[in-house]
C-alpha cells in the first residue's frame, strides 16, 4: 500500500540520507522534502524550548510535513539527550521515527537508542588551548561540528555560533564569545544537528530500519500495516530456580489500527545473579 507512494519528510538536517533507503527498500514509500520550518517546534540548540517529549513532537512533525507537502503520508525524526537509565554517568542518545498516514488513521512510532554519542560541553576561557583541542577531537572534529556561546550570555540575544568544523573558526569563536560573557567564559558543546553529527545519523538511520519493518509487516487480525511489539512486562524467569526476575520477560505485539494484541512467552531465561530468590 505504499508502492510508489510520495511521502513528506520534515526536516533540514539532510535526514533522508537515512531514512530514504530503507522506507524505500521495505514498503516502496517514496519520501521527498517539503519547505517546512521544523526548528519552530524547538531545536537542539536551545534557541527555541520544545513544548513536548519527543515522542509526541515526531507525530507533530511528520503531521507540519504531511500538510505543508499536501501529502497524506508524512515522516518525521526527533531525538532526544540524557543519562543512561541504567548507568546515569553514560549519556544516551534516543531518536524516534513517526510515519502517519491519514488515508488510513495509521499513527507510528519507532524507537532506536545509543550510547555512542558525542553528547558534551566545555566551559572555557579561552586560555587552555590544549583542553580547548583535547575536547575538539573528542566530540570528533571536523567529520562532527561544536557550537560556540556566551557561559552567561549579556542582556538581549548573542547569536549562537553553528556548524564549526575548523580550527580558526572555532578559536575565534570562543574569544568573542568568552569576551561577550559576563563570567569571561564560552560554552562549547557539539552540535546535535543530524547533517552535523554523523553518530546521532546512525541511531536515527537504525530507528529508520525499525519503522521500515513494522510497515512492511501486516497485523494477523486486519492485515492492516505496522505489526510489532507495542508493549513488554517485566519476569524473565530464572535458569535455576525459574523465579520471576525483573527482566523483560513477554513481550507484547499489536496492531496500531484494531485492538488485535498477542502476549509472546519469553524465549530466554534469567542469568541467577538477577533472581530475587538466587542471589537476594
Ligand atoms: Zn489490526
Ligand atoms: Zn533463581
Known sequence: MYRNVVGALATRHGKRAALAAPLRRAVGLRLRVPDVDTDALGTFTGEVPRTAPADRLVVTKARLGAAAAGCPVGVASEGSFGPHPAAPWCPLDVEHVALVDDRIGLVLVERAASTDTNHAELFTDGDDRAGL??????????????????????????????????????????????????????????????????????????????????????????????????????????????????????LIHGCPLCDHRVTAAPADTADPAECPRCNP
Open 133 to 250: 583541542l583535547a575536547f575538539a577531537r573528542r566530540v570528533g572534529l571536523p567529520g562532527h561540528a561544536l557550537t560556540v556561546l556566551p557561559a552567561v550570555p549579556p542582556d538581549g540575544t548573542y547569536p549562537m555560533v553553528k556548524g564549526i568544523v575548523r580550527l580558526p573558526a572555532l578559536l575565534a569563536a570562543v574569544t568573542d564569545a568568552a569576551a561577550a560573557s559576563r563570567d569571561g567564559r564560552a560554552r562549547v558543546a557539539a552540535d546535535l544537528r543530524a547533517h552535523h553529527n554523523p553518530r546521532r545519523m546512525r541511531v536515527i538511520a537504525e530507528a529508520g530500519r525499525r519503522l521500515a519493518r513494522r510497515l512492511a509487516t501486516r497485523c494477523p487480525a486486519c492485515a492492516g500495516p505496522g505489526w510489532g511489539v507495542v508493549g513488554t512486562r517485566p519476569g524473565l524467569p530464572c535458569r535455576a530456580c525459574g523465579t520471576a526476575t525483573e527482566r523483560v520477560g513477554e
